[in-house]
């Protein structure tokens, strides 16, 4: 049980950001800077047979940072550790892995998911990651109903009543459990296709507001968000402080930024990063050329293309 | 069937708006200008005993509509098309007042929320107004489950495609009637205690979005934004063009702003109005003083302070 009405209306006057209150682990880091664009990259997005190439191309490139995925990740710490020994490249965010549904019909399914999340949790952590991205349900799984998934991750039944849990709201323990490995959760909108039951950043942010977890985030990606926003600049200044990563695809075939020529415009969404100070990752999720060499070619021409539409922003 | 993908695309570049691709009846007078702020008031709450006196003192205290409630409107045309002659006050929108739920189980509820809308929207389009408030379902409604209830509305199962309906998707069809009625369906989005089916602008925004209809548009509340936003000026940002009306109250106990000291602060809200080029109105939704002189002392202190803030902001 928590009454917010005391917070809520003392921040409601604070600058335009979300008024997340301490919504991050690294509140002070990354909300007051001029913000950065620093690009990420999937690893199964980069060109290079294996891992050092792949290092060695993004570096190449100019990209600060690698998305590994998270399954079988605490297995891999040891590995990526190694590669990036002497590097000038970090491991950005962390992508899902985990098994199971948070909000999962099936109990034992929910189980699942707590526990290998916390395991990815700790192996972000040792990476010194941003964050693992998590998806509430595909819409393959066989979830709750909406607003009962909503209560069991947040615990808020009504806006200013907590319900009492035991265990804690789903999304408090795990918060609390990323802010503990030095990492973070990071909830993740899709489009209605691959999840119905969050698809805008601005319920992303809502839940982040609602956990109010030092370990709690969001994110947002411009695949999705071209289909279910309205506004990108809306969307990002909705998400703030509770914003730690930004995915990137082209805005009519998924892949690497430049292939749909003028609809690849990320300008307005770049103005949104800018206002609010960001100082994560944006990340390349999308497919590519299967030859290496072009799709190490296009790959150059998308860090040139972004970094041209940051200027601009 | 529509395939969005290309107009999608080619309105991702598009100014920091919402990507409406005409979303409003009104688009070219509403995005395009310098915002203004026209401030309205909703009968029951102005000070006054009957119409002439409330309309005597929305005039003195420099407001410039009034927001009559929906209920029996076709009945009342006549009479506010009387009181207002010869007055510098127009109506702005019209709150319900409809029967019926538009998403309930039930079909009879959902044909007597269509039937009893349609009556009040031609009144609303013979008194010239903004448009019709409607909120899809309150939590006490016995309505469809969540993504069913959002497909009957909206028509879209998928993002790149619309259901074959027969009929039309229900708010297509109210959206066309509104249009040729000359007025317009506003969507509300209220916090969870009072809808928890539309709770944010942005999801407001995106059924505007997916229904596409010029007569189609929503607004926001500053008193359930309090709750459920985290960054007024984005949730503003996203309703973009679709954005046609906004209610007012305190920010701590729902009253005439002002009551609430510091916690009634909307320069960021204003912000994000004034970035979208705003020509609606700001309406106030609230409780106030009993006795009637008193409320109107504090309406003149809340218009001052409106003022004071739109300045600023």
């Known amino acids: 049980m928590m009454r917010r009405r005391d917070f809520m209306a003392a921040a409601a006057g604070a600058g335009i950001g979300a008024a997340s209150g301490g919504g991050s682990a690294r509140a002070a880091e990354t909300s007051k800077g001029k913000a950065v664009l620093k690009l990420s990259c999937q690893e199964g997005v980069m060109a290079g047979r294996d891992l050092k190439e792949k290092l060695d191309n993004l570096e190449e490139l100019g990209f600060a940072a690698l998305e590994p995925h998270g399954g079988g990740l605490p297995q891999r710490v040891d590995k990526y550790k190694q590669a990036l020994e002497g590097r000038n490249v970090k491991i950005s ?8 549904c948070i909000i999962g019909v099936d109990p034992d399914d929910r189980a699942k998911a707590m526990r290998t999340m916390k395991e990815i949790l700790t192996a972000a952590g040792q990476l010194g990651s941003t964050g693992m991205i998590i998806v509430p349900a595909f819409n393959r799984a066989k979830a709750l109903p909406h ?4 209560v069991l991750l947040t615990g808020f039944d009504r806006w200013d009543r ?3 849990h035991d265990p804690k709201p789903l999304l408090v323990e795990l918060g609390e459990f990323a802010a503990q490995a030095g990492t973070r959760v990071v909830l993740e909108p899709l489009n209605r296709d691959e999840c119905y039951f969050m698809r805008t ?3 992303a942010a809502s839940m982040c507001k609602d956990v109010s977890s030092p370990g709690m985030a969001m994110m947002g990606d411009f695949w999705h968000m071209t289909w279910e926003e309205t506004c990108d600049m809306g969307a990002f200044l909705t998400g703030g402080d509770y914003l730690h990563h930004v995915h990137m695809a082209s805005r009519r075939t998924r892949r690497i930024p430049t292939t749909d020529g003028d609809a690849d415009n990320y300008v307005v969404g770049f103005k949104g990063l800018k206002a609010i100070g960001y100082q994560d990752y944006v990340s390349l999720e999308c497919g590519g050329p299967k030859d290496q060499g072009e799709r190490k070619k296009v790959l150059a021409n998308c860090v040139k293309l972004l970094k041209e539409q940051w200027e601009k922003a």
Do not use: H, M, V, Y
């Not at 965010?93 to 199971?100: K, L």
């Not at 607003?147 to 909503?150: L, T």
């Open 93 to 100: 965010a962390i992508c899902a892995g985990f098994q199971g």
């Open 147 to 150: 607003k009962e998934a909503r």
């Open 162 to 164: 907590r319900k009492t």
């Open 201 to 203: 950043l601005a319920d």
